[in-house]
């Protein structure tokens, strides 16, 4: 069985299979005839944790990548990577495009060191302006595949990362848009996210000559293809956040010969069971350091569900934020374990949206230490219960699920420290942009 796996930047669930009016056909054509989860969630919201989470199946404070790779920071062990293991297996391994795991040099975005990644070929550049040209190598790679194994190809497209596109997609014009919830409706922000839909169409039309490549080498039947991406949109109380706006990811499976293909699945889904629910498709042993649940089961349609909470983390973007939650169907639960208590403004990309808050004061916005949140009352995760009595025995009981996750997976935070690795560079608490108060380690 092949395996195709698809990860954009910066997306979250912002796609036409999740109900938005953004140009992904192709995408939702795809969706449509494979396994939707529409309760998917990044195990650690930034950019190389959650990627570095879903292709070790650890979690970030467990496989070492705590923080972005150009800044220098680095996985423990590289031969924990799912392409490792399939390689091992036999499978042919190659990557296309930005994997964000693993860099040569400090502060260069795009220097992949490939010496440390499992891949037998390179198909194309980590870059911001080369999506399409990697499309067509992947399609090309595909279409002339004669070896004697199975491939594994890691696509990992630029987009929808900013800076985005300069001309807006027709027929999104943003008098006509709908901003995120998340975002004050202004033609500023309506004009944002227009430019977020012309950026996603090149996602939309890279996954459609690969797809099309896949159909023509008549393989579609005999391949796994994952679409996924590593966190929510850019803009403020998304990305770099643990709001289901920050962690709640895309995720469209398709396994040929499941039951489950062209069906939505409302149970939770942590990229972390991505390593594992392969291996069990595969019939492959799961490596013993996996911290992820298979979801096979799922997937095969012989059970509905097979987690009652999903974890994530976060630790360092551009500055330390330190913060760990528990998610369940009902609840969800924050804790902030350091003291700043500002929004940490270089962990947000620059944007109009950030602007518009700063304009208005986003600097008296107060980070607690503590958040509940009744998911089902409240989705847009706006009420903290931690002040209110009617809740605390749940409050004590997802407090103590994450002392739980915690002790289990031995998190350094429990000893409210954490060395920084030697070699990288992080910002101060109060500065502005990430090019701002830089310290180097």
């Not at 930005?98 to 220097?111: M, S």
């Not at 023509?216 to 994952?226: A, L, N, S, V």
């Not at 760990?324 to 962990?347: D, G, H, Q, S, W």
């Not at 109060?430 to 380690?441: C, E, G, H, N, V």
Request: aromatic letters at 12%.
């Amino acid at each position: 069985m092949n395996i195709i796996y698809f990860n954009t930047h910066d997306s979250g669930r912002y796609i036409s299979p999740y109900g938005y009016k953004v140009p992904t056909e192709n995408i939702e054509k795809f969706a449509r005839e494979s396994i939707l989860f529409r309760q998917a969630y990044s195990a650690s919201p930034t950019c190389s944790p959650s990627r570095g989470a879903l292709l070790s199946g650890m979690y970030a404070h467990n496989n070492g990548l705590i923080g972005l790779s150009h800044r220098g920071f680095k996985m423990n062990d590289y031969t924990k990577h799912l392409g490792s293991y399939l390689k091992e297996n036999g499978y042919r391994t190659a990557i296309a495009g930005t994997e964000h795991i693993a860099n040569h040099g400090l502060l260069e975005q795009h220097n992949m060191n490939y010496d440390v990644l499992p891949y037998d070929d390179i198909l194309g550049p980590a870059s911001d302006d080369n999506d399409m040209e990697n499309a067509k190598a992947v399609a090309d790679y595909i279409l002339n595949y004669n070896e004697d194994s199975n491939f594994f190809i890691s696509f990992g497209l630029w987009n929808t990362h900013r800076k985005y596109p300069e001309d807006i997609t027709e027929g999104y014009e943003p008098d006509y848009i709908k901003v995120p919830s998340k975002l004050k409706d202004t033609n500023m922000n309506r004009e944002d996210f227009a430019y977020y839909c012309t950026s996603v169409k090149i996602a939309d039309d890279c996954f459609k000559m690969v797809l099309d490549a896949v159909n023509e080498k008549g393989i579609y039947e005999d391949t796994i293809i994952i679409f996924t991406t590593d966190h929510g949109l850019p803009s403020p109380f998304m990305k770099c956040t643990l709001f289901d706006s920050g962690m709640g990811v895309s995720l469209a499976l398709r396994v040929p010969d499941s039951p489950m293909n062209g069906k939505v699945v409302d149970s939770m889904f942590s990229q972390i069971d991505l390593f594992p629910t392969i291996c069990e498709l595969l019939n492959l042993e799961i490596p013993e350091y996996i911290q992820g649940i298979s979801q096979k089961s799922v997937v095969m349609n012989e059970k509905d569900k097979v987690r009652d909470e999903v974890y994530a983390e976060i630790n360092y973007h551009a500055s330390y934020q330190p913060m760990r939650c528990v998610r369940t169907e009902e609840y969800k639960y924050i804790r902030v374990f350091n003291n700043y208590k500002k929004p940490m403004l270089a962990n947000i990309d620059n944007s109009d949206p950030k602007q518009l808050l700063i304009d208005n004061g986003f600097d008296n916005y107060e980070i607690k230490d503590e958040y509940l949140f009744n998911i089902v009352f409240d989705p847009q995760e706006k009420e903290n219960l931690t002040g209110n009595k009617k809740y605390d025995k749940v409050l004590m009981q997802m407090r103590r699920k994450l002392k739980d996750f915690m002790e289990e997976t031995n998190d350094f935070l429990l000893k409210d420290e954490i060395e920084v690795p030697k070699g990288v560079v992080v910002n101060d608490p109060s500065a502005d942009t990430p090019k701002d108060k830089r310290i180097f380690y």
